[in-house]
């Protein structure tokens, strides 16, 4: 979740009426219930302000929104992919959240995980919050492994050695030492989680 820099209110704006446009690339039921009733939450403390769900389809979402900055038209608040953090924040789009989350009491950094927070920082500043974050794992055959004479993918990691090299350079050896296995390609491999190898 982040927010979007918008321009400072000349005036007291307490009390007239606010809509907030969030954007996501999601149209889940399960989805957009959660966010509604976080919205009806803060509108129980800000009774002026309404929260619009606006869902984009993630193949469009980053140059739809994209086009709403263009067009100083952007959404308050929203979900951010990753891959769009470090262009965003370099250009100035998204606003500094540390200097309030920071004087907020309740609010406890350290519920979150160190790597998924530095993505959204730059020095002091905080440009976003991890909301959600999907997992990673792959599943390997210890036994093509061991025929192959080399270390699984938990032995590398626990030493500091599971890289996209090694990662490769397994693959590779495990395809040499035996011809009848089918290796398959790395973003494959990574995107449907199914292995390192297949066997023909």
């Known amino acids: 979740m982040v927010v979007t820099a918008t321009p400072e209110p000349t005036k007291d704006t307490s009390k007239e ?3 907030l446009k969030f954007t996501t690339w999601s149209s889940n039921e399960g989805h957009l219930k959660m966010l509604n009733e976080i919205a009806e939450a803060y509108k129980a403390e800000h009774p002026n302000v309404t929260v619009q769900f606006i869902s984009i389809p993630f ?3 980053g140059s739809k ?3 709403q900055l263009a067009g100083g038209n952007p959404p308050d608040l929203g979900w951010l ?3 769009l953090s470090t262009s965003w924040i370099g250009a100035g789009v998204l606003a500094d959240l540390a200097p309030t989350l920071k004087t907020d009491s309740t609010y406890d950094f350290a519920d979150f995980s160190t790597s998924a927070l530095r993505l959204w920082q730059s020095g002091e500043a905080l440009y976003g919050v991890p909301f959600s974050n999907s997992p990673a794992f792959m599943v390997f055959n210890k036994d093509l492994f061991a025929s192959a004479g080399i270390d699984t993918p938990d032995i590398l990691l626990k030493n500091g050695n599971w890289t996209w090299e090694t990662l490769a350079a397994s693959a590779k050896t495990i395809t040499e030492k035996n011809r009848a296995l089918l290796v398959t390609s790395i973003p494959t491999c990574i995107r449907t989680c199914i292995g390192l ?3 023909l």
């Open 17 to 19: 009426p606010v809509t």
């Open 59 to 61: 193949v469009d979402y």
């Open 65 to 67: 929104v994209t086009v």
């Open 81 to 83: 992919p990753e891959s």
């Open 197 to 199: 190898v297949c066997r």
